[in-house]
């Protein structure tokens, strides 16, 4: 049976979706680091961005009927991003924390795009 949906739209959608939810991490991150409040708007954009992008990567996961070892680290690697980017994104801590957990989601995040580009768990360690 013919998907409904095609893979390769898929990933272009989920490609697209990861470098607008890293954008707009960025953007919320800097404006934590700068008090501006006005950050706190994309907050809702950032929900629905990551909305479709899992949509978007259960999409292809179904499609694939398995989970490869290079998949399982880009999930391990993502609740990692997700833990020290809810950190960075906290009005409440002392700078150097937020410069710190927005450092580590970001490096999360880069490993987990080289993963992703590899197809190796070893990501950019891999080369």
């Known amino acids: 049976m013919q998907p409904m949906i095609s893979y390769q739209l898929l990933k272009t959608i989920h490609v697209f979706c990861v470098c607008l939810s890293l954008t707009l991490f960025t953007l919320r991150w800097g ?3 700068l008090r501006f ?3 706190n708007g994309l907050r ?12 978007a990567a259960l999409g292809m996961l179904w ?3 398995q989970i ?8 391990a690697f993502l609740i990692c991003y997700i ?3 809810i950190q960075a994104l906290r009005p409440d801590k002392p700078r150097p924390l937020t410069v710190w957990w927005g450092s580590a989601a970001l490096l999360c995040a880069g490993f987990i795009v080289s993963v ?5 768990p070893r990501g950019i360690f891999s080369l």
């Not at 992703?116 to 190796?120: D, K, Q, S, Y």
């Open 31 to 33: 404006g934590v680091l």
């Open 37 to 39: 409040s006005i950050i």
């Open 44 to 55: 809702r954009l950032s929900v629905l961005n990551d909305s479709v992008l899992l949509v």
């Open 116 to 120: 992703a580009m590899t197809h190796n």
């Open 63 to 65: 499609q694939l009927q």
């Open 83 to 85: 833990v020290a980017g």
């Open 68 to 75: 490869p070892q290079w998949v399982q680290m880009k999930i």
